[in-house]
């Protein structure tokens, strides 16, 4: 095996880490804004559907408001145009052998 055989086994092998890592990242990060969508829908849900004492409706009211500033984050995660360390990594990865 010479040098330039190597070279490319250990290019394909850190792509391949790269990808999974990615593919880990994209999960976890869908993973968790599906949760706070579903948090958020549970109180709206509770405020508006449900019978609630006078103290609860207030904490409900509370707890939405929190989750409106979340919800913001949460949007501009995926939808803000960001750049992405992972991608920059890959690009890297690919032309520091060519």
């Not at 070279?7 to 869908?30: D, H, W």
């Not at 405020?47 to 500033?69: C, M, P, Q």
Request: net charge negative.
């Amino acid at each position: 095996m010479d040098i330039d055989d190597e070279v490319k086994q250990i290019k394909v092998t850190g792509s391949k880490a790269i990808e999974s890592r990615k593919k880990m990242n994209f999960m976890a990060r869908y993973t968790l804004s599906v949760t706070i969508l579903g948090t958020f829908i549970f109180l709206i849900w509770l405020l508006f559907f449900t019978e609630l004492k006078a103290d609860s409706r207030d904490l409900v009211n509370i707890l939405i408001g929190a989750y409106v500033a979340v919800l913001a984050k949460s949007t501009d995660y995926w939808f803000k145009d960001k750049d992405d360390p992972e991608h920059k990594e890959s690009e890297t990865l690919n032309t520091n052998g060519a």
